[in-house]
């Protein structure tokens, strides 16, 4: 039997949770509990952790999460639900994770925290489906086992995170952290994301007015602008999906942010 075999190294905090790579092992640091949450799902959380901050396309969570298999969007939508009820979210406020429309969703950077990278080198097995049965089964007979690991595991992880955790409740209230504005501005295939509304609609007819103009017709331009940094989704006519990410000084005038983004969508696109 052949089953190849891929290390997984990286561990996060989320709120008060603790997601080791994507081992399906969660934690709830206030009641030290396991929590029960899906396959599917976690491997898309894992996923979303990974990239927190930036724009994850519908396709690679889905190729994430369900790896192997051929499943529809809504297996995705259930899933992204299932994830939101877990941070205390839902799908009006989407406090920590966004909807980009027709793109793919955002987890909040502020929320999640990568720890102890060199301390938790796990190997998990991505198995055939008939390797998978024997690992259940597997599992199955060995459940003292299993539960000694996870709680040495659950020791470990919360010794190591109980300084930022502290640190994260005493000094953090949730009223601080990064809400992500509703769309501002929507035109064609241009969509701007600010509560800034004078700003959204600026810098949209700008990208929508160059792209008339050079007669480009890319898919979808999704743009989120925040106070000291700008994010972009892009994604060409062949559905190549690009993440910019550019860093906005104190007082930048509009028409230089107008200026920044077309010319990143020019260098995606041209």
Not at 33 to 46: C, I, N, V, W
Request: glycine content about 6%.
């Amino acid at each position: 039997m052949t089953e190849a075999k891929k290390k997984i190294t990286r561990t996060f905090q989320i709120l008060d949770f603790v997601l080791v790579g994507n081992t399906l092992s969660e934690n709830d640091l206030r009641a030290n509990q396991d929590l029960r949450m899906g396959t599917h799902d976690l491997l898309t959380l894992y996923e979303l952790c990974c990239h927190a901050g930036e724009v994850v396309s519908k396709e690679a969570l889905i190729e994430k999460g369900w790896p192997g298999k051929i499943v529809s969007d809504s297996s995705l939508t259930q899933s992204i639900r299932n994830i939101r009820t877990l941070l205390g979210d839902n799908g009006k406020d989407q406090r920590w994770l966004k909807t980009v429309s027709k793109v793919g969703y955002m987890l909040d950077s502020s929320i999640v925290k990568e720890v102890g990278k060199d301390d938790f080198s796990l190997e998990v097995n991505v198995s055939s489906p008939k390797s998978l049965n024997h690992r259940h089964a597997f599992f199955g007979n060995s459940k003292q086992l299993s539960k000694f690991k996870i709680a040495i595991l659950i020791i470990l992880l919360v010794t190591t995170i109980n300084v930022s955790y502290n640190i994260y409740h005493h000094f953090i209230s949730p009223s601080q952290l990064t809400e992500y504005p509703k769309v501002g501005y929507s035109k064609g295939v241009t969509e701007v994301y600010s509560d800034r509304h004078y700003a959204a609609a600026m810098i949209g007819e700008g990208v929508s007015d160059w792209l008339d103009q050079q007669k480009i017709h890319p898919k979808k331009v999704a743009i989120l602008l925040l106070k000291k940094n700008l994010s972009l989704a892009i994604i060409d006519d062949k559905g190549n999906i690009t993440n910019q990410l550019i860093l906005l000084d104190d007082g930048v005038e509009l028409s230089r942010i107008t200026q920044l983004v077309i010319s990143e969508v020019d260098n995606v696109l041209r």
